[in-house]
């Protein structure tokens, strides 16, 4: 902000900076509900975190450790089939490309609409 000063009868001008300046908190309702959607964003992560922890250790222990067991084992029967260790992924990939290459074109085909 910029503030003039009449100091000593001379006009003076003086700059404050008020981005690094301390700001009282509020303790309004938006405060709360900022709080309230920060733990929901946090347990989402959280939940997002372990899904994705259990499927990357489900997946290694398939295709890394399943191989090196015998094949009359109990723990095969938990595990889908070999082959399926490589479908999987690649037909996750290719889905998501399309879904990528779909919605990349509405995007382009929308902002041209506009201009």
């Known amino acids: ?4 000063e009449i100091k000593d ?25 900022r709080v309230s959607m920060e733990l929901a964003d946090r347990a989402v992560g959280l939940l997002l975190t372990l899904t994705s922890l259990s499927i ?4 290694t222990f398939w295709v890394i450790i399943l191989p090196l067991v015998d094949s009359d084992h109990f ?14 992924p690649v037909y996750a990939a ?9 919605f990349i074109g509405y995007v382009m085909l ?4 506009k201009a």
């Open 1 to 4: 902000m910029y503030g003039n």
């Open 9 to 33: 009868g001379k006009k003076e001008q003086r700059f404050t900076c008020t981005y690094f300046q301390h700001q009282e908190p509020n303790f309004s309702g938006a405060t709360s509900r």
């Open 56 to 59: 990357f250790t489900y997946y």
């Open 75 to 88: 723990v095969h029967k938990y595990f889908l089939p070999q082959e399926y260790a490589i479908l999987i």
């Open 94 to 102: 290719v889905a998501l490309i399309c879904f990528l290459s779909v």
């Open 110 to 113: 929308k902002s041209k609409k």
